[in-house]
């Protein structure tokens, strides 16, 4: 399987360099503890940015995970406005971005990659009353292509309404907004270039440059494919990982042969496809996270120690 990302050098060459050198590579940028696990965005075959619940309710943590266990750091943050399946974290070498809910505003904090120092913050639909939400859609939160993050934000009560905005996750300025209307957003993604939206039975394109409408081939049915019984996790030509949400099983196939087949844990939640990148899928449970190789998948059953 083939690495998806290949941008995270630098932090892979300083944990590296820190580990080798005997040293402890934990850098908590803030306190009071951290909880259960509530996501985790893989980065690469390496390490993933994890979402931690604190035991302030108004507050969670994001950490910086090495795939063999170690935390390069920790930092905590207003509330985490994601949840499983609509995640609210993006990536790029240099900053991860996460979307939080501040004073009843949707708000993005962006930590540096390297230490979690805080590069900055962007209020989102700042001209909007607040909201309890924070204008946090409950379908779509934040897509990414690793250059921008692009955030939902609205209201499905009335007045409603919703709009879409990119994020250049180089200098954290807003490239473009885009109103969507009262329609609600039911799904969305990025493909070649694009940005689409689902509103009721349409889909939407919106060109990742510039937020100008654009063509795009998805249909209505792709904003349910998280739904449906078996989710398609990875597709790379004929080879696809997917889970079978009803067998709770994840399976690696070649063509139409099934090449492997394994339980997945009953405590964990359901895996994504964002859950995996670089051929290992990170396995998020409340109180642990940890990661397998695909290669590994095939020949062994995942079962909860």
């Known amino acids: 399987m083939r690495r998806r990302l290949g941008l995270l050098g630098p932090i ?15 850098i908590v940028a803030a306190r009071p503890h951290a909880g259960a696990f509530v996501d985790v965005l893989a980065l690469d075959g390496e390490v993933a940015a994890a979402i931690r619940k604190a035991d302030d309710a108004g507050r969670s943590f994001v950490e910086l995970r090495h795939y063999q ?5 920790q930092a905590m943050i207003p509330r985490y406005a994601g949840r499983p399946g609509a995640p609210g974290i993006a990536a790029s070498p240099r900053a991860l971005s996460v979307r939080v809910v501040r004073d009843q505003h949707a708000e993005i904090f962006a930590l540096s990659m390297l230490n979690a120092a805080k590069l900055g913050g962007l209020k989102l639909a700042a ?8 204008h946090t859609l409950p379908a779509l939160v934040t897509l990414t292509d ?9 209201q499905q009560d009335p007045p409603a309404w919703a709009s879409l905005a990119a994020i250049d996750l180089a200098t954290g300025r807003e490239q473009w907004e885009v109103d969507l209307g009262a329609e609600p957003v039911l799904g969305g993604g990025v493909l070649d270039g694009a940005v689409w939206i689902q509103q009721g039975p349409k889909v939407r394109g919106f060109r990742a440059s510039d937020g100008a409408a654009a063509e795009v081939a998805v249909t209505p049915l792709a904003a349910h494919a998280g739904d449906a019984p078996v989710r398609v996790l990875f597709v790379d030509g004929d080879r696809r990982v997917e889970y ?8 690696l196939r070649d063509g139409d042969a099934i090449t492997g087949q394994v339980s997945w844990p009953s405590d964990a939640m359901e895996p994504w496809p964002y859950h995996l990148a670089g051929g290992r899928l990170w396995i998020v449970a409340p109180d642990r996270l940890r990661s397998v190789p695909l290669d590994d998948l095939a020949r062994s059953r995942l079962e909860s120690p």
Not at 17 to 26: E, F, Q, V
Not at 69 to 73: F, K, Q
């Open 12 to 26: 892979l060459v300083l944990v590296g360099a820190l580990a080798a050198a005997g040293g402890s590579w934990w």
């Open 69 to 73: 266990g170690e935390i390069a750091w």
């Open 127 to 134: 001209n909007q009353p607040k909201h309890p939400q924070g």
């Open 146 to 154: 690793l250059r921008f993050s692009y955030e939902l934000v609205g």
């Open 244 to 251: 079978d949400r009803l067998a709770r099983r994840v399976r």
